[in-house]
């Protein structure tokens, strides 16, 4: 073992660092059932799955190669200036150092561990406290019990991204065997680790990410939704005459009051598309027009009187039973119904169909307009994507609304499809089969057919 790199002068009967070679712990001197036992966790590791699957299988598969109460994972966070806990297990209780405990590295014996890439053993934590006192992580854990432990640096393409630990409640409990062993093994864990850990951290950050976008619009709508009626009011002379100047500028705060509301509308509902489609519920809508289409219609017919627009709607007589997730549907025709309100003709014309072909439900959403050349037909249904034609780019939006709509059809188990005659009219068809769900390829290619 080589001597201890840390500034203060500790004791070795204390605590080492030892360095192993890249490759040296592949050594054949492990035995049988360790060469075994590290290659059934390689085996877990390949299989890709979580953080929490491959740490518990560790856990538990090298209960008989170390002696082991306490597994702890830490990544480094914040530009690599602090140690966050993120995943611990033991066989006791209650853990006092758990996931979310956070110390910075400068300073801290960690900083040997992640300058050299060493493996640190501390062989009796009682007698280390008494030469570092100020250690916080170290009282913790001598106070759940713990007197030694193991800390290997976690490097993934010469990169060091954290720290696995490994303790005992016993004193002295690791040698170079043990040190060799956890080398091998970390060797193994370092890139399928901080891949499952990466990816659980973006999705956090989505998470994160749609809650303060909910939370934003919903504070936001009220407040801008108030703003656009009283200064309708004032438009509608209710409070006395206005001038013409007077009026143009009122006009314009309308109008940029219901732009942010229509931003406010398309984030919420890609909030509540995804809160929803995590666990949908399908129905039967007894009366599909008036479950879903009049609803949508309502919400965009002040659009269509302010643009003075032509709207005509061709619906089933009789009631139509349609089985599907209707405020998912109400969302999705609502926003087809925005699109072709919104990038369509002053006085121009909209049409909205709902028919039945053989095993789908159909809805289409044409609108004379400038519609899209073929080239731009690749940006449609992406998320913040917009197309990039001279009409389209002059039309503020988000580039949500038709994302949403191929959510719920890929939800249904449908699809969404677009065409379009450039500089005369464009067209939308939302389709879902019935009943909602994954389309085998004989339902596809008859709902594609329609």
Known sequence: MTAERSAVDLDKDVIEFVDVTPGESGSSEFSAAERSAL???????????????????????????FPCDRIGLSFLEDEESRVVAYWVRADYGPLLLDKGYAEELKGSSLAS??????????????????????????QLLFLEGVRSSMTSPLTVEGRRVGFLFRSSRKPWAYDRRQVMLQAALVERLGQAVEKAYRIEQLEAANRAYRELLSFVSHEVKNPVASIAMDA?????????????????KIDRIIYKAEH?????????DLTRLDIVSAEPHFHECEDFVAEVIEPAI?????????????FHRATPATPLRVSCEPELMRIAVANLLSNAIKYGLEQGEVRLTVDRCSQGIRTIVWNKGPGFPESEQGRLFRRFSRLQTVETKQVPGTGIGLYTV?????????????????????????????????????????????
């Open 232 to 248: 309708r009011v004032l438009t509608g002379g209710y409070l006395g005459e206005l001038t013409p100047e007077q009026a143009r």
């Open 260 to 268: 942010v509301l229509h931003l406010t509308r398309d984030y919420l």
């Open 113 to 138: 561990v992640f300058q050299h890439g060493s493996i640190r053993i501390i062989h009796d934590l009682e007698r280390y406290l008494d030469m570092k006192p100020a250690s916080i992580s170290s």
């Open 39 to 65: 290659d059934a966790i390689n085996q877990r590791v390949a299989s890709g799955e979580t953080l929490d699957a491959i740490m518990n299988y560790v856990f538990e598969a090298t209960q008989s190669l």
């Open 406 to 450: 191929w959510r719920v059809a890929r939800l249904h188990g449908g699809f969404v499809t677009a065409k379009s005659e450039e500089g005369s009219w464009a067209e939308f068809a939302l389709v879902i089969p019935q009943p909602p769900g994954d389309p085998n390829q004989e339902v596809l290619e008859t709902i594609l057919a329609c």
């Open 298 to 310: 309502e919400i965009g017919a002040s659009q269509i009187d302010e643009r003075r627009m032509c």
